[in-house]
């Protein structure tokens, strides 16, 4: 099954996900990376892995749907079947969703429903609850919602800074984001099997 990765920041997910498939461990080929910022670390690590990326200027384009309508003529060229959401901050509208159904997967720093949002680590270290976790879900038309695939919990020492909670975080993203991805994959085969 063919993915493409959309991203906006540093990269460090794309980057363990990277390292699952050359360890043999994604049952996905992963065959681009979408980012919107010109300047996301991203696209470096997307270069030196030779992983074909581009940068689409949301600020170019009259509208979201525009946007998205030319990212979709990319991936029909590489036959996308699934987009991977990694650390990219933009909502997915209509157009991609529409193109799409169920098959955009998305990592969330937090135990969905639990802290939805752009700052769940923050959020949850702010609340000084005694848990939280990591959760990889389908995407709908609404925020940190749609049907879950996988999720695993984290706990928090209470002595904790925020940095150690993020890294202890990330460090169960590391392990997560592959295994949700091939459950996604797995999922969408065998709803494509029973059409």
């Given at each position: 099954?063919?993915?493409?990765?959309?991203?906006?920041?540093?990269?460090?997910?794309?980057?363990?996900?990277?390292?699952?498939?050359?360890?043999?461990?994604?049952?996905?080929?992963?065959?681009?990376?979408?980012?919107?910022?010109?300047?996301?670390?991203?696209?470096?690590?997307?270069?030196?892995?030779?992983?074909?990326?581009?940068?689409y200027n949301p600020k170019a384009y009259p509208d979201k749907a525009a946007y998205e309508a030319d990212i979709l003529v990319w991936l029909?060229?590489?036959?996308?079947?699934?987009?991977?959401?990694?650390?990219?901050?933009?909502?997915?509208?209509?157009?991609?969703?529409?193109?799409?159904?169920?098959?955009?997967?998305?990592?969330?720093?937090?135990?969905?429903?639990?802290?939805?949002?752009?700052?769940?680590?923050?959020?949850?270290?702010?609340?000084?609850?005694?848990?939280?976790?990591?959760?990889?879900?389908?995407?709908?038309?609404?925020?940190?919602?749609?049907?879950?695939?996988?999720?695993?919990?984290?706990?928090?020492?209470?002595?904790?800074?925020?940095?150690?909670?993020?890294?202890?975080?990330?460090?169960?993203?590391?392990?997560?984001?592959?295994?949700?991805?091939?459950?996604?994959?797995?999922?969408?085969?065998?709803?494509?099997?029973?059409?």
């Amino acid at each position: 099954m063919n993915v493409i990765v959309f991203a906006s920041g540093s990269g460090t997910n794309f980057e363990a996900l990277m390292e699952k498939a050359n360890q043999g461990l994604l049952d996905v080929n992963i065959v681009g990376l979408v980012c919107d910022k010109e300047q996301a670390a991203v696209r470096a690590k997307a270069d030196r892995l030779n992983v074909p990326q581009r940068w689409y200027n949301p600020k170019a384009y009259p509208d979201k749907a525009a946007y998205e309508a030319d990212i979709l003529v990319w991936l029909k060229e590489l036959n996308v079947e699934m987009i991977v959401l990694s650390g990219y901050m933009r909502i997915v509208g209509k157009t991609l969703l529409d193109a799409y159904p169920n098959a955009i997967v998305n990592l969330h720093p937090a135990l969905l429903p639990a802290f939805p949002g752009a700052h769940s680590i923050q959020d949850a270290f702010d609340a000084k609850v005694d848990h939280t976790g990591v959760t990889v879900h389908f995407i709908d038309d609404q925020i940190d919602q749609g049907q879950l695939i996988i999720q695993e919990r984290v706990d928090i020492d209470p002595s904790w800074t925020l940095d150690q909670l993020e890294t202890a975080v990330h460090a169960k993203e590391y392990d997560l984001f592959y295994r949700g991805v091939n459950l996604a994959a797995k999922q969408i085969q065998q709803r494509e099997s029973n059409q």
